[in-house]
């Protein structure tokens, strides 16, 4: 199932680090999560002209200047060597743990991440996620699709004494 829209919380606009960036630099980042190559985990093609012909106006150069202030921003994470891009938190504010089926092919979609140093970013978000929703629907799905990228998420997770390690070690099946 390939994505048909994107998810746009109002509370971007309540994000001082969003509301910082420049309208060129929101405009890119709109431009990327809209992205019809985005994948469920929030990994594209890294292609600055592709995304500058999006709009009027918007240059390969200003796109590649403005992807600068996002990365730097931590919005977005790049790899050159692959030419992939990921939006950070695009997981979580797509709400993907919620649903079953689209968690899986988040977990498929990671697996075919070419850039190891993006796949671990986004399983570290996994893991953020995982400490704070436990009990999204998803989870139990991902582990019983992909039993090691759970035990790899699993592992990352923070030891904060407020998750439900008991939820935790049920998907793990101990």
Not at 17 to 26: G, I, R
Not at 62 to 70: E, F, N, R, T
Not at 91 to 111: E, Y
Request: with cysteine; aromatic share 6%.
């Amino acid at each position: 199932m390939a994505r048909e829209h994107a998810r746009l919380l109002v509370t971007i606009w309540d994000d001082p680090d969003f509301t910082d960036l420049d309208a060129m630099q929101q405009t890119v980042f709109f431009s990327l999560i809209a992205n019809k190559d985005l994948s469920w985990c929030g990994v594209a093609p890294y292609l600055p002209k592709r995304i500058a012909g999006n709009c009027k106006g918007l240059t390969e150069r200003k796109v590649v200047a403005s992807i600068g202030a996002l990365v730097e921003a931590r919005f977005l994470l790049i790899d050159n060597e692959t030419d992939e891009i990921a939006v950070r938190t695009f997981v979580r504010h797509d709400k993907i743990i919620n649903s079953p089926n689209v968690t899986k092919a988040m977990g498929r979609a990671l697996g075919m991440v070419r850039s190891e140093a993006l796949a671990d970013a986004i399983k570290n978000e996994l893991a953020r996620l995982l400490d704070d929703e436990p009990e999204a629907k998803g989870w139990a799905s991902l582990q019983a699709a992909y039993p090691d990228l759970m035990d790899e998420v699993i592992g990352k997770c923070s030891r904060n004494p407020s998750l439900n390690h008991s939820r935790i070690r049920s998907l793990k099946g101990a």
